[in-house]
């Protein structure tokens, strides 16, 4: 059924060369030194069944080498997905800062970015609830940029010295290690319910955002005040945005859950198919500027990382764009040993004194030192800059340069080279901010409100969007056996909003909180919900099942396919076994997979073709009415044409009410049916399209989140 087969089959095959060895012209295997091995497969010994010996050189090498192939994990963020693309500013920037790579349009920067989760160790599950990392390294033509982001706008906590205490907090319990990759669990929130500035982040941990459908989907955010600099040396203080052109959208728990099960690397799959496939991700980068002579015209403190700036207030102003467009060749080489570091800033890209920023600039080279092991991991290739690199840092661990001439400053000896820059303007200099005080172990007044953000993020979503959120406290606070840390929490939502609270904790067995007042607070911001997001509206790279079976229309099939294909969604035909299906013609038409090897939630829509008399033996198989019975459930779009609108109506028992209207084409909730017969009319799949576009449809009976 399928035409692609071939094209993927030579996919494939490319995939399979790239598997060779570096030396493309081939050669015999050797060892680290180059001398020609025979043989691999029996380590040398005293006769055909005695010990094994010790002047077995290859041998040694091969396993002492493999016994070092690991090097330390990320303490966090260990789990990632990387690849490389470019940048390419809109306009110049000129007037806020001086920053190379944010001053011609024409110039593309090249660009390193790896995703992340947090909590769980390099091979937990990718559709875990977790904050997601969003880094991306800047190889700018003055040195490499690292914007070291989230896809949360707000952290955990205000000051970087509480970071070990959050982290702790948050990753598997000490005594069994558990849990893996979730926060459903008594540490953090014993954290959470005494740390009250955790409550804003945890929030969006509760929100659909911490369980994104796709890294091509989601937001990144710099989270910290930043300040640009411009030529003459003026401030501006600067938030950064990364926004998705797909859109932000999410899964539902439920679906996030089995799918851990089912597709344990579902968001690097998806990354790394998508840039396989030409599809290549986008982001549009935007800025909140605001002028230093504003800096306290806020009701919060520009350098708490615990705040947003809402968006209503001071909009973001789009600077440019990311592409994304070539996978790494090997994992370990560029995506494992890639280095971030928040203090890797360019000329005209300066710090605020966020505490928490300041800490994380003494972390991050901390952090490469132990896992990169010294200080020559900037040598690395994915993590050298392009720009010249011209120093007087000698040897160490794993030094590559063969440095030769002085190694001092000032020399005469070496033609006093490297020399300073001068005062062109070329060097990196620090913003000249006037600081004076006494010396202190206080948080600032200013750092102090920790509810009413939270407050604005509950009051800005969709009516959805807040059952979602109840639902994922009733379950992580559900999962905590200590009692007391159940109802400290909800004492603190409390503080929030009084409806939340209540919510909350009538799902949890814990007392209602007496005189639960409605929310003090009152304000919103449209722009943080996910029904603000959308994207464009295209359906590029959703994966759409077609559900076939012996007897079906396979000119119907192949219509809508390639219809849906025409607007870039990617289409697969699944049935009860791998190989072919009887068509109604009597042909025999290829299937893509096989139904027990897949699932609903590996899909983002579900299609039913018909047959041109009686409903395809599909209804028969349980595989593929169970993934019918999921996608419904978890709120995605449903089509069917001719006789498949008989096979919907097993739906009827999750709730489903087929229209009784006399329309030839109906979309009811996502569910889009056209019972004539023969290939699907035009307006079925328009009304298909948009609701895949759509994405999920959260008021249809009863969507499990
Ligand atoms: Fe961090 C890694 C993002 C606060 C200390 N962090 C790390 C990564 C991301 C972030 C995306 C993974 C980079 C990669 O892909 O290699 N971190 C954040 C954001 C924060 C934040 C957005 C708050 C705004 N981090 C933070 C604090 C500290 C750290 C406050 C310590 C004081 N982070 C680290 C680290 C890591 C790291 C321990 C682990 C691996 C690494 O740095 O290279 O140094």
């Given at each position: 059924m399928s035409d692609e087969t071939a094209d993927t089959g030579d996919r494939k095959q490319q995939q399979r060369e790239a598997f060779r060895a570096d030396d493309p012209a081939g050669g015999p295997l050797t060892t680290d030194q180059g001398v020609t091995v025979d043989h691999t497969d029996d380590s040398l010994a005293a006769g055909e069944r005695g010990p094994t010996l010790m002047e077995d050189f290859h041998f040694r090498e091969k396993l002492t080498h493999f016994d070092h192939e690991r090097i330390p994990e990320r303490v966090v963020h260990a789990r990632g997905a990387g690849a490389y693309g470019y940048f390419e500013p809109y306009e110049s920037c000129a007037e806020f800062t001086r920053a190379a790579f944010l001053q011609d349009p024409t110039v593309r920067t090249p660009v390193f970015v790896r995703f992340s989760t947090v909590q769980g160790p390099r091979g937990s599950?990718?559709?875990?609830?977790?904050?997601?990392?969003?880094?991306?390294?800047?190889?700018?033509?003055?040195?490499?940029?690292?914007?070291?982001?989230?896809?949360?706008?707000?952290?955990?906590?205000?000051?970087?010295?509480?970071?070990?205490?959050?982290?702790?907090?948050?990753?598997?319990?000490?005594?069994?290690?558990?849990?893996?990759?979730?926060?459903?669990?008594?540490?953090?929130?014993?954290?959470?319910?005494?740390?009250?500035?955790?409550?804003?982040?945890?929030?969006?941990?509760?929100?659909?955002?911490?369980?994104?459908?796709?890294?091509?989907?989601?937001?990144?955010?710099?989270?910290?005040?930043?300040?640009?600099?411009?030529?003459?040396?003026?401030?501006?203080?600067?938030?950064?945005?990364?926004?998705?052109?797909?859109?932000?959208?999410?899964l539902v728990w439920d679906e996030a859950q089995e799918c851990q099960g089912r597709n344990p690397d579902f968001n690097r799959g998806d990354l790394w198919d998508a840039i396989e496939a030409g599809e290549y991700p986008e982001w549009e980068l935007g800025v909140q500027l605001v002028p230093e002579e504003d800096e306290f015209a806020f009701d919060f403190d520009l350098l708490d990382a615990t705040k947003i700036i809402p968006e209503e207030q001071v909009p973001v102003r789009p600077i440019g764009r990311m592409v994304l467009d070539r996978n790494p060749e090997n994992f370990f080489a560029e995506t494992e040993q890639v280095a971030f570091h928040t203090a890797n800033v360019v000329p005209g890209i300066d710090f605020t004194n966020d505490p928490l920023l300041q800490a994380r600039n003494?972390?991050?080279?901390?952090?490469?030192?132990?896992?990169?092991?010294?200080?020559?991991?900037?040598?690395?290739?994915?993590?050298?800059?392009?720009?010249?690199?011209?120093?007087?840092?000698?040897?160490?661990?794993?030094?590559s340069a063969v440095h030769k001439g002085t190694n001092y400053f000032p020399n005469s000896l070496g033609g006093g080279c490297p020399a300073h820059a001068g005062v062109d303007g070329q060097a990196y200099t620090h913003y000249a901010e006037r600081v004076d005080g006494a010396k202190i172990r206080k948080r600032s007044e200013s750092f102090k409100d920790h509810y009413s953000q939270v407050a604005l993020f509950w009051n800005s979503m969709a009516d959805w969007e807040k059952q979602h959120i109840v639902a994922a406290f009733r379950f992580e606070l559900g999962k905590v056996e200590a009692r007391t840390v159940r109802a400290r929490t909800v004492e603190q939502l409390t503080k929030v909003d009084g409806e939340l609270a209540a919510e909350v904790a009538r799902g949890i067995g814990v007392p209602e909180p007496d005189g639960t007042a409605p929310g003090t607070y009152k304000s919103a911001s449209p722009a943080l919900s996910l029904e603000s997001l959308r994207g464009d509206g295209s359906i590029r790279t959703r994966q759409i099942a077609v559900l076939v079976a012996d007897g079906v229309d396979a000119e119907q099939v192949t219509s809508v396919r390639e219809a849906l294909a025409a607007e870039g969604a990617i289409v697969e035909a699944l049935a009860a076994r791998d190989g072919t299906v009887q068509g109604s013609d009597g042909e025999q038409y290829m299937v893509d997979r096989a139904l027990p090897t897949v699932a609903s939630v590996l899909y983002d829509a579900v299609l039913l073709p018909g047959g041109p008399t009686d409903t395809p033996s599909t209804a028969g198989d349980q595989d593929a009415m169970r993934l019918l019975r999921?996608?419904?459930?978890?709120?995605?779009?449903?089509?069917?044409?001719?006789?498949?609108?008989?096979?919907?109506?097993?739906?009827?028992?999750?709730?489903?009410?087929?229209?009784?209207?006399?329309?030839?084409?109906?979309a009811d909730h996502g569910v889009v049916t056209d019972t004539s017969p023969g290939a699907a009319s035009e307006e079925f799949l328009r009304a298909f399209v948009g609701a895949i576009a759509e994405h999920r449809f959260w008021q249809r009976p009863p969507v499990r989140c």
């Open positions: 599950a990718d559709t875990v609830r977790d904050v997601r990392g969003f880094a991306t390294k800047f190889y700018t033509s003055e040195g490499n940029y690292d914007l070291v982001g989230n896809n949360f706008p707000v952290f955990f906590i205000q000051d970087g010295i509480k970071f070990p205490d959050f982290v702790h907090a948050v990753k598997p319990e000490p005594h069994n290690d558990i849990p893996t990759g979730a926060s459903a669990h008594d540490t953090l929130w014993d954290f959470v319910s005494l740390q009250p500035e955790t409550l804003h982040a945890i929030m969006w941990l509760m929100s659909d955002r911490a369980i994104p459908r796709s890294y091509r989907m989601m937001q990144g955010f710099g989270v910290h005040t930043f300040r640009f600099v411009n030529a003459e040396g003026r401030g501006t203080f600067v938030k950064f945005h990364w926004k998705p052109k797909l859109g932000v959208h999410s003494f972390s991050y080279l901390d952090t490469q030192l132990i896992r990169l092991g010294g200080p020559n991991f900037t040598q690395i290739p994915v993590n050298r800059p392009l720009a010249p690199v011209r120093t007087n840092q000698r040897d160490g661990y794993h030094q999921d996608a419904y459930r978890h709120g995605k779009p449903v089509g069917a044409i001719g006789s498949g609108v008989g096979i919907v109506s097993a739906l009827e028992p999750e709730g489903l009410r087929l229209s009784t209207e006399f329309h030839t084409v109906v």
